[in-house]
Structures are given as structure tokens and as C-alpha cells.
T-cell receptor, first 112, second 114 residues
Framework: ETGVTQSPTHLIKTRGQQVTLRCSSQ?????VSWYQQALGQGPQFIFQ???????GRGNFPPRFSGLQFPNYSSELNVNALELDDSALYLC???????????FGPGTRLTVL | AQSVSQHNHHVILSEAASLELGCNYS??????LFWYVQYPGQHLQLLLK??????LVKGIKGFEAEFIKSKFSFNLRKPSVQWSDTAEYFC????????????FGQGTTLQVKP
């Protein structure tokens, strides 16, 4: 069984640019959540997608947006990148009707 | 606002010592509780979880945690740590009124000396 996968592993961007991060959920999982983990901090909830709709959002500005596709994979898009967006971005998937979240390895984003 | 507090930011122990990591949360309703571990170079993995029932839950690798509702606490314990337990540990809470959102503590870095 393949777990949650994320791409790319690392990414370097400059301020003002836009970035798209990708996540493939674990087989049979229909819910995807995204988290931002700054250095030395715990992950912070960005948003969750269920059946291709946003299903809850954390305290992040609208320039953080997402998508979920019919195969339950997901994208996180960040526009107008700022230096403080530098972080590890984690994707987690959950099976139907189950609160446990299974995490991917993350994408390390550096904004210069 | 809901929050999770982990009391110890950095813990250093010798092998065979006992471990207890504190976790408190602020939310008055029904919660699901989790401890995740992040070994060096690896992704977050679930150690154990509490949904309902027996407040003493056992997880992988000899870890256990006790949910004390009156204290809003979910402390992690292990009677005898090993060098391989060196990792970062995160407590997380899901308030059932807030679908899917996990609120994490700041994390505790555990260093076990051989």
C-alpha cells in the first residue's frame, strides 16, 4: 500500500512568485489536509478538502488556495510568496469517516 | 481560541530512563487526541490516539498516554527509553466540532544518550 506522497521534495522561490505543491493521498482516502510547519514549531492547519470542496480553513490569507481532484489528490497554491512562507508543507490524508490523518514527507519551501 | 501546550521543549535522557511528556489542551467539548513522532529525516508518524473509552491508551514501541479529562491533559509515557526513541514528539487535538482540523503543540525534542 502506497502512503501519502508529495512533490517536489524541495523548492526554492523568490518573493512575489507563485508556487504549486502536490499531494497524492493514500489509497482509499478521500480527505486531504494541508499544514505549514515552520522551523521549530508544530504543524499549523491551512485547510482541508473533502469531495473536491474546501471543508475547513485555518488562519491563512486567501493567497493560500487549494484544489482536490476526483482521484482525491490535491494541490496547494501560494501566490505572492513572502519570506515568512518558508516552511515545510505537509499533506495528510484520511480514510472515509475516520479522524486519523496520515502524513506525507512534506515539501520544503524556501523563499528568498 | 483552541490551543495545545507541550510543557517540555527539549528533554535529554539516558537510555533506560523513564519518560513523561506533558500535553494540555484548551477546549471544553469532545476531542480526539493524538501523539505523533517525527524521527530524524522521516515524516510524521502516529504513535497513539484516543477517541473514547479507556483513558489509558497504548501505542507503538511501548509508548502509552493517559487522558485526564478534568485536567485537559494527555501525557505521553514510556517506562524505559532507548537511543532509537530520539525524535521530535507532537501532541495534537481534534475538536469534533471542528471537522478535520488538527491543532498541534509546539513539539518536544527528545534526545536519548546511549
Amino acid at each position: 500500500e502506497t502512503g501519502v506522497t508529495q512533490s517536489p521534495t524541495h523548492l526554492i522561490k523568490t518573493r512575489g512568485q507563485q508556487v504549486t505543491l502536490r499531494c497524492s493521498s493514500q489509497s482509499g482516502h478521500n480527505t486531504v489536509s494541508w499544514y505549514q510547519q515552520a522551523l521549530g514549531q508544530g504543524p499549523q492547519f491551512i485547510f482541508q478538502y473533502y469531495r473536491e470542496e474546501e471543508n475547513g480553513r485555518g488562519n491563512f490569507p486567501p493567497r493560500f488556495s487549494g484544489l482536490q481532484f476526483p482521484n482525491y489528490s490535491s494541490e496547494l497554491n501560494v501566490n505572492a510568496l513572502e519570506l515568512d512562507d518558508s516552511a515545510l508543507y505537509l499533506c495528510a490524508s484520511s480514510p472515509p469517516g475516520y479522524n486519523e490523518q496520515f502524513f506525507g514527507p512534506g515539501t520544503r519551501l524556501t523563499v528568498l | 481560541a483552541q490551543s495545545v501546550s507541550q510543557h517540555n521543549h527539549h528533554v535529554i535522557l539516558s537510555e533506560a530512563a523513564s519518560l513523561e511528556l506533558g500535553c494540555n489542551y484548551s477546549y471544553g467539548g469532545t476531542v480526539n487526541l493524538f501523539w505523533y513522532v517525527q524521527y530524524p529525516g522521516q515524516h510524521l508518524q502516529l504513535l497513539l490516539k484516543y477517541f473514547s473509552g479507556d483513558p489509558l491508551v497504548k501505542g507503538i514501541k511501548g509508548f502509552e498516554a493517559e487522558f485526564i479529562k478534568s485536567k485537559f491533559s494527555f501525557n505521553l509515557r514510556k517506562p524505559s527509553v532507548q537511543w532509537s526513541d530520539t525524535a521530535e514528539y507532537f501532541c495534537a487535538v481534534n475538536a469534533l466540532s471542528n471537522t478535520g482540523k488538527l491543532i498541534f503543540g509546539q513539539g518536544t525534542t527528545l534526545q536519548v544518550k546511549p
